[in-house]
């Protein structure tokens, strides 16, 4: 029921600043490489097919043997004798929509990735994370999974008129964006609960958790006596031990060598002092003046129990929803990455027609720059296609190819991370 589209060729993909309003625009020039540690996009193509001037083996050739010297080649498997053209208008509009679409999906999907390698690298996994893709029942890694794609048709039917198909694919990822931030939220509760009871056990004596450090037998109460705990710098043991049973008053109201020290860190150690409750307020007053620090504490049999059990359910909690949060990232990093690889075969397939015409007759090619070879490429394909457009509408010197605002290229082109983008 669509209105046929009429063959058209539609000149070579403008630059960023001349591209239609509100698009991506399909033709950029490639990052700078400059830094070893920038991640390297591989490169997709589309070039026409004239199948009255040379078979799609010979076009296949030609592109091999003019970029091989630069570049590793695939085929890039877009399904473009059954995909739905549509008209000019839905195509028109499609095109403004996919580039945001694929830049939300690489977005997040590399979201997802560099989360799993954080994860990792907490539980000690020091290198990236290798990710595993399904396809079909097969698991490999995500630069195999780019190379050797294959449309998923029981997942993203290939009928599917392009607009559904691309609104199909695009909740897809934003329904795995919400649950990235859901699970985000969710696990950093948690290891903020696992953080404030380690910082208990390793803070000073002040204020650290005296579990596995005091026990009842530690500490008198009854009717008139009470133990109190007292933080005493270690170079002044000494004089603590000289002086604390008159702390309490001229009518010694601490009671003699009750003071037993029950652990000791880098600089302090907590002491315990058995005298009666009502000096114990001037008690106090006299070790602040000496610089002892009585700490505010009452011993609980119950109260001590209680805090084991928050701080095993906080430690098991932890553990469970890192657990959790790990096999959810390796999963919906390979739907993640399925989906974004799907969108841009859509966005390659509506600009080849745009650019082409129809019926659809191009080939798709996933380049794989060489090393240092990303100028030399670019010079290739330039060179091969320059008969699809006039020489003042190419690249031109590509020593300044970064940051320039009238680059052409006649082909359509677009590219794709197995990593994370550089910022």
Known sequence: GTEALPGLLLPPTPSPHQARPGTEALVTRPRSHSMEAESVPLWLISTPIDLGRSSASQE????TSGAQDSANIFKFNVPSSQLTVGTLDSLMALSDDLGRMDTFAEGTTFKIYKQLGELQKEAGAVEEPKILVGDSGRLMSIEQYLTEFKWDDAKYPVKTPLRELADLLSTAVSRMEEELKAKA????????????IERKDAGNLMVRSLDGIVSAKDFIESEHLTTLLVVVPKF?????EASYATLGGPNAFVVPNSS????????????TVTLFKNVVEPFKHNCREKRFIVRDYSFSESGMAQEKQDKASALSEHDKVKAQFIRWCKTNLAEAYSAMVHLKAV????????RYGVPPSFQAALLKPKPRKEVGLRKALDTMYAH??????MGGDDSDMPGQSNDFFPYVYLTAYTTPPSV
């Not at 037993?260 to 002491?271: G, Q, S």
């Open 60 to 63: 296949w050739n030609k592109l």
């Open 185 to 196: 939220t969710e696990f950093q509760a948690a290891k903020g609960a696992k953080l404030a």
């Open 236 to 240: 002044q043991l000494k004089e603590w």
């Open 260 to 271: 037993k020290t029950l652990h000791e860190d880098t600089d302090t150690a907590l002491v």
């Open 347 to 354: 966005r390659l397939f509506t600009e080849s027609v745009l």
């Open 388 to 393: 699809l457009a006039a020489t003042d509408m």
